[in-house]
């Protein structure tokens, strides 16, 4: 019943193609804006907090490689998963269901965006940099999407690493390695990406099973997902405060990721015993906060001579 | 708006965003170029 609905649904969209074409708004939305947005800014932070010093020019390309990556795998994405997006509710508007894009259109832009993003990057910035972009988009097109999001409950556990990286991609620009303080951004956003999802999943469970995709609330229901989702937080917690204990941050941002863990944490709970999942999409909510705190409190404690001394 | 138009609109505005895209890439590298020769 599922697929036939997914036949008829790509069969008229292509129908409209023909009709109109794609405005550029179209090709923009394939870029999953408010999703790269999170990636960039915890790409900016990366590079800002790292030691050393990097050319602003240089900084600024950096940061747009990183968000043409961003928006390239969301492209390559949505080509590949145009079947379950075109039954599910949160996605059948997006340009390719809708039918203002055809699906080679969106693969097309998709790779050739991740080709300039990476060469560019390479030229530009270092190597280290562009490889870990490459692995980054490698691992959200092909581990994420292709392999883990519809076999295995464990998809954006896993898969989440993908969303993890551009921190680190940040610090690779300005040191060109790969250190221990960029490994515990890394860990930061990966820790933080169960609880976030799945919050999202328990309110749109029932998408996620039309469409056939296996999210923890599908297949072990909603009681097992709420209790992960808080052992992840608490996880998370400890994590955050990493960059104190590594020099990368100072007491500013030390005491307001204690508070900000506290709310989590009592958002995990408040998850956990209720079955109101007002709860969960509030707790969905307070994780983008959470996370964008997190990054943006890094600068400030970074930035020099305003409210803190680092060691 | 027929749907005539509306297509050779849509066209239009996608040939503007390539240009702008093509010269915003000729910039960018420019811009690298200068940088890393003063570096050097």
Redesign the interface.
């Known amino acids: 019943m599922a697929e036939q609905q997914i036949g008829i649904a790509t069969e008229t969209a292509t129908v409209r193609v023909a ?6 708004g179209d ?1 923009i939305a394939l870029l999953k804006p408010r999703v790269m947005s999170l990636v960039v800014f915890s790409g900016f932070a990366g590079l800002y907090v790292a030691p050393g010093h990097v ?1 602003p ?2 900084a600024a ?1 950096a940061v ?1 490689c990183i968000a043409v990556a961003a928006g390239a795998s969301g492209a390559i994405n949505m080509w590949y998963d145009r079947d379950i997006d075109a039954v599910m509710a949160r996605t059948r508007n997006r340009p390719i269901p809708r039918g203002a894009v055809t699906p080679e259109q969106a693969l097309a832009f998709g790779l050739v965006l991740s080709l ?1 993003s990476v060469m ?1 990057m390479d ?2 910035v270092n190597t280290t940099a562009a490889a870990l972009l490459a692995f980054t988009i490698f691992f959200y097109v092909v581990v994420y999407t292709v392999w883990l999001k519809r076999s295995t409950p464990q998809n954006i556990v896993i898969g989440g690493a993908s969303g993890a990286f551009p921190p680190m991609i940040g610090w690779a620009a300005v040191t060109g390695d790969v250190s221990l303080a960029s490994i515990a951004l890394f860990l930061i956003i990966f820790m933080w990406t169960p609880p976030h999802f799945w919050a999202l999943s328990l309110y749109r469970e029932g998408d996620y099973a039309k469409a056939g995709v296996p999210m923890m609330p599908v297949v072990a229901g909603q009681r097992s997902t709420k209790l992960q989702m808080l052992v992840y937080t608490l996880i998370l917690c400890p994590l955050t405060l990493a960059p104190v204990f590594l020099g990368v941050a100072g007491w500013v941002y030390g005491a307001s990721s204690i508070a900000l863990n506290l709310g989590f944490v009592g958002h995990a709970i408040r998850v956990l015993r209720s079955d109101d999942l007002r709860y969960a999409k509030r707790m969905f909510g307070f994780s983008l906060l959470y996370l964008f705190l997190h990054f943006a409190l890094l600068c400030v404690d970074r930035a020099p001579g305003i409210l803190s001394v680092l060691p | 708006m027929n749907a005539l138009e509306e297509k050779k609109k849509r066209l239009r505005q996608r040939n503007w965003a390539v240009a702008l895209a093509l010269v915003a890439f000729v910039a960018i590298v420019y811009a690298i170029t200068i940088v890393k020769l003063q570096g050097a």
């Not at chain 1, 009709?19 to 550029?24: M, P």
Request: aromatic share 12%; hydrophobic share 70%; charged share 5%.
């Open positions: 009709e109109q074409g794609a405005s550029v090709f050319h020019v240089i390309v747009l300039f560019l030229i530009a």
